[in-house]
Structures are given as C-alpha cells and as structure tokens.
C-alpha cells in the first residue's frame, strides 16, 4: 500500500492507493514546516488517519508539500512522518514538483501554485529548473490568498474601501480592530485567516473595487514572480490552487497584458499527480 500526499499551507490532501486498485482519500491541515513543528506533524496524522487502516500497511510515501525545499524544512517533515509510520519508505518533495509533475508530466513550461500562499517554477520535465523565490504572506506571495486578504483588511482599516462594500465587510467580520490585529499578530496560523478572506472577495467579484484588487494582484504577481524568469515568453504557463482556479478569467486577462499565455487552470493538482505516478512512477 502507497500514500501519496500534496499539502498547502491550509490543507494537506492524503491519497492512499490499494494494492488492488481501490483509492481511500483523507485530509489533515497543511503542513507547511515554516509553520509546523515536528510533533505537529505527528499529531495532524495520528488525529486523520482512516481507523480502518493500519500504518504498518503503508510500504510507501511520497509527500509532496509547500515549504519542503531545504533539507532542514524536509527533514521537519521526514521526523513526523517517520515517528508515525516507522517501517514506510519515506520521500520528501517540493509541493512545486509536485504541481509540476501534475500539470506537465514529462513536458516543460513555467507552473505556478496560487492558493493561500503563491510559488513559482520553470520545469524541464523531470526537475524544477529555476525558480523565483516567493518570499512568503510577509514579504511577498503576491496573487496568493493571504496576499488578497492583506490587502482587503489594510483597505478596511484604513477607510480606503467604498462604503457599500465596507457595510458588506462589517455584517460579515465585525469591525473590531483588536480583533483584527489579534488574528493578524498573535494567532498560530495569521496566512491562513488571511487567506480566509478569499471566500468574501469572490462573492463580491462584481463590485469594481473588489475586482481591481484582484487584478492589480494579479498584475504584481506577473511583475515580481513570472517575467523575471530569462525568456518566460517561450513557455506557456500552467496554474494549480483554489485562488488560480476560482479567480481564473481575471488571471488569464492579467496574463494576456505580461505577455503569458496561460495554457491550463486546475485546482487540485493531486489527480494529476497519481496518473504521473501510474505512469512514470513505478508504485
């Protein structure tokens, strides 16, 4: 028995493959190791993994997960794993891979994941061949979740958002500035809660300053992630995430104006990525 496993920042998808073909899915939060600690991860698994199933079952894992480039991020990971599934043979791979093994299989051409926070990549078809560093929901992520959720709530706090839209913001959220802050400064998870606000933003898509929030996103995250790759006009541009697939025609309008031809949106690159492995992979 096999596992394959993609996690975000929010989220992690688990995919455990059957020897006779049969597909058992759970999910646990993201396990992102700028975020999480060791025994976290231990306890996010123990906490969401199928009663029905033993972990001594499990001969492999692939896990492939945001923030796991460096070998101390990966071996973060690799600890709680390893604690709870003792006798699996454990690998450790970028989530950046991972969408582009999903998006690509063995082509080339730039990916992008857009959901809570944002990451880049060219692949050559077997291998992430440079990347564009994001820099993380502080210092960069633009076009991401928490990116447009910063925004929103800056633009709230600082009376910059239309009255009707702010009358929308305050039924929905409060307008209690500590509440804010507290969740922004002081909670566990503050990409998250930011990332949260995505759900208002899309709901209120039609409403001019909303949109253009999106769109000038957008237009960032073209501007400081994909023409700084050498020559980013000779390859198409394949997108992952709940953000890239939810805000998708806004997406391909501010591609269109950076010179990038958006090939494919999906929003969950995990089935993409089990057909790889089927392929590819031998399981």
Not at 91 to 111: E, K, N, P, T, V
Not at 172 to 184: C, D, E, H, K, R
Request: net charge neutral.
């Amino acid at each position: 028995m096999r596992i394959i496993a993609d996690s975000g920042s929010t989220k992690t998808n688990w995919h455990v493959l059957h020897t006779d073909g049969k597909i058992q899915t759970f999910q646990s939060k993201g396990l992102n190791p700028y975020i999480v600690r060791v025994g976290e991860v231990y306890k996010e698994i123990k906490n969401n993994f199928p009663d029905d199933l033993s972990a001594l079952q499990v001969n492999e894992l692939y896990f492939y997960g945001a923030g796991c480039s460096g070998s101390v991020q990966k071996e973060c990971i690799f600890s709680g794993l390893e604690r709870f599934f003792p006798a699996t043979i454990i690998h450790i791979f970028h989530d950046l891979l991972g969408a582009a093994r999903s998006l690509w299989g063995q082509q080339h051409g730039l990916i992008a994941i857009l959901g809570t926070g944002a990451s880049t990549a060219l692949y050559d078809g077997n291998k992430v061949s440079e990347q564009v560093p994001s820099l993380g929901y502080i210092l960069g992520d633009e076009g991401s979740g928490a990116y447009l959720g910063k925004r929103l709530l800056k633009s709230f706090l600082q009376n910059d958002m239309p009255v009707t839209v702010a009358k929308k913001f305050t039924k929905v959220y409060g307008a209690n500035l500590s509440y804010f802050l507290q969740y922004v400064y002081k909670d566990e998870y503050p990409n998250r809660y930011l990332g949260g606000f995505s759900v208002f933003i899309k709901e209120n898509l039609d409403n001019p300053f909303i949109y253009n929030l999106v769109r000038s996103s957008f237009d960032e995250f073209f501007k400081q992630q994909i023409v700084k790759y050498q020559h980013f006009s000779h390859y198409d541009l394949r997108c992952a995430g709940s953000v890239a697939y939810h805000f998708k025609d806004i997406l391909i309008r501010a591609a269109d104006d950076a010179g990038v031809y958006v090939d494919k949106v999906i929003q969950d690159p995990l089935p993409g990525l089990i057909e790889h492995h089927n392929k590819y992979i031998e399981l």
